[in-house]
């Protein structure tokens, strides 16, 4: 682990903890139809200051010119290194169907729900995302998952649920078309710029909130994913 964890930092991506996997869990076979012995999830946590992974992306950017650059990256970094140990790497992207990232997230480390649905980190708060995990056919022997209450059950004022512009997110979920017209429009510059409003509201490791060259970058890809699912450019 201590190796992955080298080979991962030139990318700005850590080892987010691991699981072996139950036939319910989701997890594809690999080659041969051998059922996969550990899964380790790889993803990037904001800082203060800036998410490494994006600093180490930015500077490659222009490498991947495509319309997905950041999954061309990820795959960049990521598969050579599954190659070297001996594992498969599965994507959170590339769906539909979607591989169930969130839920094997929750086997391994200690995140839980929030109330729009990411995943959120009692140190991290929401600032935190997964780009790959490594499906190796051995049970690895892995450190226990720390149990963590989640940071929302004892968040009286839910700051979240209030802040959306547009009202997006309720006890019902999350209406991702009318966030994504919100967007669109001038008003919805202050959440282009600098992240969603509902999920810096969030008081939980408010400090690694993306920088505004990050948030405008995820924040671009949401709105083109979105545009394609209506059709448009
Ligand atoms: C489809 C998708 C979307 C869709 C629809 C999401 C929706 N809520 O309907 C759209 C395009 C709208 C979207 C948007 C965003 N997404 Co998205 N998305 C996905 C994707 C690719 C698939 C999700 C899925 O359908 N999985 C299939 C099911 C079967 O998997 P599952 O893990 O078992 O699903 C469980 C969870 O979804 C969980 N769950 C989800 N919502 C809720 C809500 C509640 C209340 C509860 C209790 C549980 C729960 O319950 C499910 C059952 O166990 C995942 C990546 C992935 N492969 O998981 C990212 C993912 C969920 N998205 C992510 C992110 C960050 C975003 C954005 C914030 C990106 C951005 N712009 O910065 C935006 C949100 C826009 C905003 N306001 O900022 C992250 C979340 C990380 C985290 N901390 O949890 C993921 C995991 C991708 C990643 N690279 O890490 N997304």
């Given at each position: 682990m201590l190796l992955l964890a080298e080979r991962l930092r030139p990318f700005g991506l850590v080892a987010?903890?691991?699981?072996?996997?139950?036939?319910?869990?989701?997890?594809?076979?690999?080659?041969?139809?051998?059922?996969?012995?550990?899964?380790v999830m790889i993803g990037n946590v904001g800082r203060a200051g800036?998410?490494?992974m994006w600093a180490a992306f930015a500077g490659e950017r222009s490498a991947h010119p495509g319309p997905d650059p950041m999954n061309?990256?990820?795959?960049?970094?990521?598969?050579?290194?599954?190659?070297?140990?001996?594992?498969c790497a599965?994507?959170?992207?590339?769906?539909?169907?979607?591989?169930?990232?969130?839920?094997?997230?929750m086997l391994a480390e200690p995140v839980s729900p929030s109330p729009l649905g990411l995943l959120i980190h009692p140190?991290?708060?929401?600032?935190?995302?997964?780009?790959?995990?490594l499906a190796f056919a051995e049970r690895l022997d892995l450190p226990a998952r720390p149990a963590a209450a989640s940071p929302c059950a004892s968040c009286v004022e839910k700051p979240c649920l209030e802040t959306c512009p547009v009202q997006a997110f309720?006890?019902?979920g999350y209406d991702a078309p009318r966030c994504?017209?919100?967007?669109?429009?001038?008003?919805?510059?202050?959440?282009?710029?600098?992240?969603c409003r509902a999920r810096r509201a969030c008081p939980v490791g408010a400090e690694r909130a993306q920088q505004p060259d990050q948030a405008l970058f995820h924040m671009r890809a949401f709105r083109r994913g979105m545009a394609l699912r209506r059709g448009g450019a």
């Open positions: 987010r903890g691991g699981f072996h996997p139950a036939p319910a869990d989701g997890v594809p076979a690999l080659a041969g139809g051998r059922a996969v012995g550990t899964l800036g998410d490494p061309a990256w990820t795959r960049g970094a990521i598969d050579p290194l599954a190659r070297d140990h001996g594992a599965l994507y959170p992207f590339g769906g539909p169907p979607h591989l169930p990232f969130q839920r094997w997230a140190e991290y708060g929401l600032w935190h995302a997964y780009r790959a995990a309720d006890a019902k994504a017209l919100h967007l669109d429009a001038p008003e919805g510059a202050d959440c282009m710029e600098r992240a």
